[in-house]
């Protein structure tokens, strides 16, 4: 980041315009979920038909989030993130206004499909404003913070609303939000045209589109219906069978949706993994802690929402710090395997709570715990999935990002939530006799969940670690030759190198060092 970029002096001010609108995206994912009691009362929809709330955002969301970062890639970052946040905002006040449960659901879906160019929009702005700056370690350090606290916030604020005001001001809020978030984007952000203007690649899109459509139905249907339900397998065999047709086409696409070459990077992929992983982990602690203490502890949604608050602090603490002073002496594979491992800890810690646990002894610890752990990860796995991106790539790049979290925490609620319920029901009918047997059910079939989310950040753990790959700090590691195709001469530009400054973590590749090329002997 040079001092004739007209951005610069406005750097961190854009930060906090992309920041709210990231806050949009992440607290609408757990707002609403508060608020459906008192909706389904109003509009007086089944239990059956109320997952249709959430799903409809989900499925949009997910299956055109790839869609949409390619948007802002072929128009530009500024328009689509204006498109974005105005197509969302009214999205929203519709929904807030809804009569029956048919308006409800088809606004959910049309603010899902906006929230799909919203998203990688913001974080391509974050990566293009922070390119090559000394500071863009700190800004993710931000930016991460808010992506992991956004759900907790949600409930907080879910349950102020619904508590004080009303079920519908849990979507009008985002009036609130947008209107300020799209002046700094007109005031802030100069002319972002578009890098290039490549075709719209239309059958990677229909194929994508359709079978993220069918994987995250597949598992919403799946918390319903059960995994063995047809429906529940033919989706996922559907959604199989797309996404790898999908691959195929974009291997030969002349201008494919997804470059799969942003795939060939093992850190990338890494940190792809691990935002995967952590939306399984997350939305699935947040489901289940959130009924835990309402139903059994007898919490009131406010009191809910603010017991997530100190997860919430440590984690913008340690997001900020780690990303400052660590990410670029260590690289990101130590603090992605460590941040893992603590949110594994936490879930372990989680296991032990009991019908009638005290908050401050037993909750407490666990939310700290996964709270750092998140503080380590997700801001360090953004910045490595996103750093190095031609702009040609930002908005898909970034896309990924949301896709992965989007995904995970689909996964995560469904997951989690069928073995919760699974668990619990056998232990009644094995257990029928005792006394209490439903509460103690309730709390054997959490712990069942949080051993499986335990279990899921220490695989994450494991994988993360062998493939995200370990810098030497503090230097340019050593280049490493590759084959040199014919006529290229003896020059460097047969090497990829990375390079790591105290400041912040910039791989540079072939392209990066064509200045730098040795000269012939």
Same mark, same amino acid.
């Given at each position: 980041m040079t001092g004739t970029d007209p951005t610069h002096s406005r750097r961190w001010l854009i930060l906090g315009v992309v920041g709210l609108a990231q806050v949009m995206v992440i607290l609408d994912a757990t707002v609403v979920n508060i608020a459906l009691p008192s909706a389904q009362r109003a509009l007086h929809f089944?239990?059956?038909?109320?997952?249709?709330?959430? &799903?409809?955002?989900?499925? #949009?969301?997910? /299956?055109?989030?790839l869609l949409g970062g390619r948007i802002g890639d072929m128009f530009g970052l500024k328009l689509a993130l204006l498109t974005g946040l105005i197509g969302f905002a009214a999205s929203s006040a519709v929904g807030g206004l809804a009569q029956s449960f048919g308006w409800l659901v088809a606004a959910r879906a049309v603010q899902g499909a906006f929230g799909a160019l919203l998203a990688p929009s913001a974080l391509a702005v974050l990566t293009t404003t922070f390119r090559d700056s000394p500071e863009r370690n700190r800004a993710f350090g931000i930016f991460g913070a808010i992506a992991a606290s956004g759900g907790a916030v949600g409930l907080v604020l879910g349950g102020v609303l619904t508590q004080s005001l009303s079920w519908r001001w849990t979507l009008y809020?985002?009036?609130?939000?947008?209107? %300020?978030?799209?002046?700094?984007?007109?005031? =802030? =952000?100069?002319?972002?045209?578009a890098a290039s203007k490549p075709r719209l690649d239309i059958p990677g899109? $229909?194929?994508?589109?359709?079978?993220?459509?069918?994987?995250?139905? !597949? *598992? /919403?249907?799946?918390?319903? /219906?059960?995994?063995?339900?047809? $429906? @529940?397998? !033919?989706?996922?065999?559907? /959604?199989?069978?797309?996404? #790898? !047709?999908?691959?195929?086409?974009?291997?030969?696409?002349p201008n494919p949706l997804l470059p799969l070459r942003l795939l060939h990077d093992r850190s990338r992929s890494g940190a792809y993994l691990a935002v995967l992983l952590v939306g399984i982990g997350l939305f699935g602690v947040f489901l289940l802690l959130t009924y835990y203490m309402q139903r059994l502890l007898g919490y009131s949604p406010i009191k809910t929402?603010?017991? *997530?608050? %100190?997860?919430? #602090?440590?984690?913008?603490?340690?997001? @900020? @710090?780690?990303?400052? $002073?660590?990410?670029?002496?260590?690289?990101p594979r130590p603090l992605i395997v460590l941040g893992m491992a603590l949110g594994a800890g936490g879930m372990a810690l989680l296991t032990r709570l009991g019908p009638h646990s005290a908050y401050a002894s037993d909750i407490l610890p666990a939310l $700290?715990?996964? !709270?750092?752990? =998140?503080? *380590?990860?997700?801001?360090?796995?953004?910045? &490595?999935?996103t750093v190095g991106l031609e702009p040609a790539d930002t908005g898909v790049g970034s896309a990924l990002v949301n896709t992965s979290q989007q995904i995970g925490g689909s996964v995560g609620t469904a997951l989690l939530n069928t073995l919760a319920t699974t668990a619990a029901a056998h232990f009644l009918i094995t257990h029928a006799t005792v006394t209490s047997a439903v509460a103690l059910a309730t709390v054997h079939g959490n712990s069942v969940a949080f051993w499986a989310g335990a279990g899921m950040f220490a695989l994450g753990a494991v994988v993360c670690g062998l493939l995200v790959r370990r810098p030497h700090p503090h230097r340019i590691p050593r280049a490493h030759p590759? %084959? =040199?195709?014919?006529?290229?001469?003896?020059?460097?530009?047969? *090497?990829?190198a990375h390079h790591w400054s105290l400041g912040s973590y910039t791989p540079r590749t072939r392209g990066d060092l064509r200045h730098t090329t040795r000269q012939p002997t």
């Open positions: 089944s239990n059956a038909e109320r997952q249709w709330i959430i &799903t409809a955002y989900s499925l #949009a969301f997910a /299956s055109l989030l809020v985002n009036l609130f939000l947008a209107l %300020p978030t799209a002046a700094g984007v007109v005031i =802030l =952000l100069g002319r972002r045209g899109t $229909l194929t994508v589109s359709a079978g993220l459509a069918a994987l995250v139905y !597949g *598992f /919403s249907h799946a918390q319903s /219906s059960g995994w063995g339900s047809s $429906l @529940t397998i !033919g989706c996922f065999a559907a /959604s199989l069978l797309l996404l #790898a !047709g999908f691959v195929v086409i974009e291997r030969r696409s929402g603010l017991a *997530f608050l %100190p997860m919430v #602090a440590v984690n913008v603490i340690t997001s @900020t @710090t780690t990303s400052t $002073l660590l990410l670029g002496r260590l690289g $700290l715990l996964i !709270g750092i752990g =998140l503080g *380590f990860t997700v801001a360090t796995a953004i910045n &490595t999935a590759v %084959p =040199l195709h014919h006529g290229m001469g003896r020059g460097g530009a047969g *090497f990829v």
